[in-house]
């Protein structure tokens, strides 16, 4: 799945690749700027992404909210590749049941 990015400033791809659902969590790689793994499940406080190559995580809310998960995964990943991440996961909402 294909998906494009943008920040105040400019804008870049992203490629969903590699997506399986496993029992409770799901899993898929994003190729763009960087490559991200991207590990998506639910707790008891809704949500959560890890990623485990870069040693962080972090809560999420309804993945249609990008606002909010965008703000969160900044905070965890960066500016780009946390907009990469909120891009991919929103692009997945409709895939995505947990």
Known sequence: MK?????KDEEWKGTITNFVQHTNSYE?????????????????RGGFACMPDFRVGCHLTDLKDKFWNTEQLVGALGE??????????????????I
Do not use: P
Not at 3 to 7: A, E, L, Q, R
Not at 80 to 97: E, R
């Open 80 to 97: 780009v590749d946390g907009i990469t991440v909120s891009t991919a996961l929103f692009n997945l909402a409709g895939k995505i049941h």
């Open 28 to 44: 898929f790689w994003i190729e763009s700027r960087s490559s991200i793994m991207v590990v998506f499940g639910t707790t008891s």
């Open 3 to 7: 998906f494009t990015c943008t920040s």
